[in-house]
């Protein structure tokens, strides 16, 4: 037979596979909820963030539900569409949502740091044009969106080095495959757009100034709290109220590998 080419899968796609097939063998049954978050990166000793895109992977592909505030719970057969993607496919899709957008972090810092010292006021004007129409348009997601986007270029164009603006229009459109936009849904809310008004401004209100390092601080802060509110609460447990796993089972796990105990 001959050899067949090797197609790279990423780590939450990894874990995905691992819990779709827990369920597959009935060890997390139809209507259970899932282990939280934090004990399930422990046991496979990977980051939250894989988690949560493995988690968000398989909602995707309708084997689980998210109920943000509440937990992970294992859909029912008829409910769960085919095909599944999200758990079984071997393609690389790219960057997840978190490591995209700490690229974005570490490379939009630098640039903002750069537009600081390269600002002019036209440039600056065209900034403030652009959180102008991310206000007005504050309920129309595809205008804010156009907006919010136009904003990051700019910086970039701000700079005066032609490479820059593609590179983050690029890292930009990213930022519009199936796992981004089911975490925008779940977690984008009315104070995260509200704050990134806040956060845009700041970052107008340091390149105008001319300090780089204020630039490069509030891009960093700016990016960092999306982040942050892409992670939290998936399954926050109420107090009185433990959580279930499947049948009770506990999971034993090495690194990067999880199973039910024999």
């Known amino acids: 037979m001959p050899l067949q080419t090797v197609e790279p899968m990423r780590l939450y796609r990894q874990i995905a596979g691992q819990i779709a097939t827990l369920i597959g063998n009935g060890e997390f ?8 978050e934090r004990e399930l990166a422990t046991l496979l000793g990977v980051s939250r963030t894989s988690v949560r895109e493995a988690i968000i992977a398989l909602e995707i592909a309708g084997r689980v539900e998210v109920r943000v505030g509440t937990g992970i719970f294992v859909t029912r057969p008829g409910a769960r569409r085919k095909p599944e993607p999200g758990a079984t496919s071997e393609r690389d899709d790219g ?3 978190f490591e995209l957008l700490a690229a974005r972090s570490l490379i939009e810092g630098e640039i903002a740091a750069l537009a600081a010292r390269n600002a002019t006021a036209k440039g600056v004007l065209a900034l403030r044009e652009t959180i102008a129409r991310m206000r007005v348009h504050a309920d ?4 804010r969106d156009a907006a919010d986007r136009d904003f990051h270029v700019l910086v970039a164009e701000v700079t005066g080095n032609g490479a820059l603006p593609s590179t983050v229009g690029h890292l930009w459109d990213q930022r519009h495959g199936d796992l981004w936009a089911k975490i925008e849904e779940h977690f984008h809310t009315p104070a995260l757009r509200a704050k990134t008004l806040i956060d845009h401004e700041a970052i107008v209100a340091a390149i105008e ?3 780089a390092d204020a630039a490069r601080a509030s891009m960093h802060r700016h990016l960092q709290r999306v982040a942050h509110e892409f ?17 009770g089972k506990k999971i034993i796990a090495t690194r990067g590998t999880m199973r039910p105990p024999s």
Not at 140 to 143: A, I
Not at 231 to 247: F, L, N, Y
Request: net charge positive; aromatic share 2%.
């Open 140 to 143: 129309d997601f595809l205008r």
């Open 209 to 211: 100034a001319r300090d």
């Open 231 to 247: 992670k939290r609460r998936i399954d926050e447990e109420p107090p009185h109220k433990p959580a279930a796993a499947g049948k």
């Open 29 to 36: 049954t139809a209507g259970s909820r899932l282990p939280p």
């Open 95 to 97: 960057p997840g949502p």
